[in-house]
């Protein structure tokens, strides 16, 4: 009966240095993102080289796998977070309060999603025998996501942050709308001295005619013209609903514009830059 014979495999501490500390540079980068806490680029730096500094440590004197794991979890990447995003100021008071441990606490679970995450891409990613340049490449490439998800997610959060659900209200009926909020929109009417915000015609000319409300001109100077005479109305109130709670506006002045004004349905209504504070 033959005897199988063990397979052999050839360690690269270089190697095995660069792809790590790779790894480690680019989870504290990405947990930063995730948290929106970006670190300084020497902080991440510093981070990570101690940490891949202090695996290769406990790989080398650690001969039992299961130590050298607990090794590397419980201390190694604690302190590695620690270093990239500790303040001056110690996490814990001398007081006794722990609420600084909190965003430890969250900094670290998030660097640990992003290795675990790297760990497994790198394994999915890379058959067997490929070069260390190729483990690099892909690393890289898990960044340029990383990247684009966070640029994507920011210009998300950005449109909803400058998107409003509005009312409109007049003397027998409410209107609801979407108001986008434009700080390059600065018209004022020149005779009540109030900001005038752009409304869809198609919005509110139905309600105008219903009530005969009455329309008055305003000049502008921004709206594909150099200047021009802009058809207005002043409604009885309007309701801008923010998350932490509901802006009221006062005899709110509305310029009507054509459709073309409004290239997609995004928005019925352009706010104007001084309708609220941000």
Known sequence: MGTEAVPEYEW???????TNFAIDAIALWAGGKFLRQPAPLRRI?????AGTAASLFFFLVLHDYICYQLAVHLFVNPSMVWLCYHKKKPFIRESGDKERLKPFLR???AVYLAVLLLGGFLEWGLPKGTGSLHALVCLAGAAAVVEGADWLMLHIRREKETTYDLLLLT???RIPARGFYDTGNLLADPLLGRPVHIARKSLIWGQIQREALPLRLIPYHSLGRESGMLEAVTLEGMYILQEEGPVYLDKPVFGIADEKLFQDDRCDVILNGKSIER
Not at 12 to 18: P, R, S
Request: glycine share 12%; hydrophobic share 55%; proline share 0%.
């Open 12 to 18: 690269y501490a270089d190697i095995w240095f660069l």
């Open 45 to 49: 730096l510093l981070g990570s080289l």
């Open 107 to 109: 900094q670290w679970a």
């Open 171 to 173: 003397r027998e009926g």
